[in-house]
């Protein structure tokens, strides 16, 4: 059979959500503010510096990178504890590179990232998906008692959670680091981190405690940087080494590294932002359960709502509305990127004008 494919690649679809020019895009979790011309003008110019020597590879080892993303996550983490790749999707292949393979296992708890099995697909790491509550929470016991009978190489757990947008508090963290032990890692994907609703604190407050601990972030989110492709991770100095095993030589260019550099500038300044968008989160959290619809409590910067008896149908009625949100979690739920208050206006104008003929 033509082309020569691994048997468990064939028939399988390029993963992605439907990238459709509609007017409002509420389906990638992506920021809807664009770069300021404030950071326009620095990426700008950083990207015309690097231009000057772009016959040569990039720095390997992206030293002032390394050291501005440590200052920028604080919590005493320091330059030789952070790494970096093309978005957290690389970052998250890399490890499962490095510690998954034939005859290990990765474990998550469903619902989750649908991106998980695939990175265990591509390192030929065994997948093993436990479940989480009603809620969407997990019960520690529950999920202690599986990290001992799966003995697990790589536990994946996004706090926030997508597409549920639940956090896990440090305490769960450790609990599992400790179950886990030195055979394995706990990656804590914190992709949204920065949309944490205030008091619910990060993973990296425990990051000192366990060695086996990697908590991994992404500029595509909170910088509204996913263009870009910039995902890093914290974690003891030996998993860095280990990861620098497997990645390609020069994988981060000179361009990416300074355009993410010149981004970690305005920090102040697209974290305003963010800002903006929790107080935009509480608010269609609560305007949903107002219209009488069930909403996770949401970390993140979306929500997942419903339940509805034919998702599909308002789905698609929302798009025929110029609304594009995203079909997916467990059935019958929905879930919706937060937008700009402008965005958000005609979410909820088309969602009341379809559930109350589809609904
Ligand atoms: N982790 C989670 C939980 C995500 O939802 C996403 C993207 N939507 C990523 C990681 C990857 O993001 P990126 O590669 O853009 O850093």
């Given at each position: 059979?033509?082309?020569?494919?691994?048997?468990?690649?064939?028939?399988?679809?390029?993963?992605?959500?439907?990238?459709?020019?509609?007017?409002?895009?509420?389906?990638?979790?992506?920021?809807?503010?664009?770069?300021?011309?404030?950071?326009?003008?620095?990426?700008?110019?950083?990207?015309?510096?690097?231009?000057?020597?772009?016959?040569?590879?990039?720095?390997?080892?992206?030293?002032?990178?390394?050291?501005?993303?440590?200052?920028?996550?604080?919590?005493?983490?320091?330059?030789?504890?952070?790494?970096?790749?093309?978005?957290?999707?690389?970052i998250m292949l890399q490890l499962l590179q490095a510690f998954g393979?034939?005859?290990?296992?990765?474990?998550?708890?469903?619902?989750?990232?649908?991106?998980?099995?695939?990175y265990?697909?591509?390192?030929?790491?065994?997948?093993?998906?436990?479940?989480?509550?009603?809620?969407?929470?997990?019960?520690?016991?529950?999920?202690?008692?599986?990290?001992?009978?799966?003995?697990?190489?790589v536990?994946l757990?996004?706090?926030?959670?997508?597409?549920?947008?639940?956090?896990?508090?440090?305490?769960?963290?450790?609990?599992?680091?400790?179950?886990?032990?030195?055979?394995?890692i706990?990656v804590?994907?914190?992709?949204?981190?920065?949309?944490?609703?205030?008091?619910?604190?990060?993973?990296?407050?425990?990051?000192?405690?366990?060695?086996?601990?990697v908590?991994t972030?992404?500029?595509?989110?909170?910088?509204?940087?996913?263009?870009?492709?910039?995902?890093?991770l914290?974690?003891?100095?030996?998993i860095?080494?280990a990861v620098?095993?497997?990645?390609?030589?020069?994988?981060?260019?000179?361009?990416?590294?300074?355009?993410?550099?010149?981004?970690?500038?305005?920090?102040?300044?697209?974290?305003?932002?963010?800002?903006?968008?929790?107080?935009?989160?509480?608010?269609?959290?609560?305007?949903?359960?107002?219209?009488?619809?069930?909403?996770?409590?949401?970390?993140?910067?979306?929500?997942?709502?419903?339940?509805?008896?034919?998702?599909?149908?308002?789905?698609?009625?929302?798009?025929?509305?110029?609304?594009?949100?995203?079909?997916?979690?467990?059935?019958?739920?929905?879930?919706?990127?937060?937008?700009?208050?402008?965005?958000?206006?005609?979410?909820?104008?088309?969602?009341?004008?379809?559930?109350?003929?589809?609904?």
């Amino acid at each position: 059979m033509f082309p020569p494919l691994r048997e468990e690649l064939r028939g399988v679809e390029p993963y992605g959500a439907p990238q459709l020019d509609v007017p409002v895009q509420l389906n990638v979790n992506e920021n809807p503010y664009p770069p300021s011309e404030a950071v326009v003008d620095d990426v700008a110019r950083s990207v015309a510096e690097a231009t000057r020597t772009l016959n040569r590879y990039p720095d390997r080892e992206f030293v002032e990178l390394r050291g501005a993303l440590a200052s920028y996550l604080g919590h005493g983490v320091c330059a030789e504890q952070v790494w970096a790749a093309n978005g957290s999707n690389e970052i998250m292949l890399q490890l499962l590179q490095a510690f998954g393979g034939p005859g290990r296992t990765a474990l998550s708890f469903a619902p989750t990232y649908s991106m998980y099995p695939e990175y265990a697909r591509d390192s030929n790491t065994a997948w093993v998906q436990g479940r989480r509550e009603s809620d969407f929470a997990l019960d520690l016991e529950v999920a202690r008692e599986l990290v001992e009978r799966v003995r697990p190489s790589v536990v994946l757990l996004p706090s926030p959670n997508n597409p549920t947008g639940t956090a896990l508090p440090p305490e769960a963290v450790s609990l599992l680091c400790e179950a886990v032990g030195e055979s394995g890692i706990v990656v804590v994907d914190e992709a949204y981190g920065e949309f944490r609703r205030a008091g619910v604190p990060s993973a990296l407050e425990v990051l000192p405690q366990h060695r086996n601990l990697v908590v991994t972030r992404t500029m595509s989110k909170a910088f509204a940087l996913a263009g870009a492709r910039l995902g890093y991770l914290a974690a003891a100095p030996e998993i860095c080494d280990a990861v620098r095993v497997v990645r390609l030589p020069y994988h981060l260019s000179a361009v990416t590294q300074a355009v993410a550099l010149a981004a970690l500038r305005h920090a102040p300044e697209l974290l305003g932002k963010v800002d903006q968008l929790r107080v935009e989160r509480d608010a269609t959290v609560a305007w949903l359960r107002e219209q009488g619809h069930q909403v996770a409590d949401s970390d993140a910067n979306f929500c997942l709502f419903g339940t509805f008896a034919d998702r599909h149908a308002v789905w698609r009625g929302l798009l025929d509305h110029g609304v594009l949100i995203r079909e997916t979690g467990p059935d019958g739920w929905l879930r919706v990127s937060i937008g700009t208050a402008e965005e958000m206006t005609s979410f909820k104008h088309a969602l009341t004008a379809v559930t109350g003929t589809a609904g």
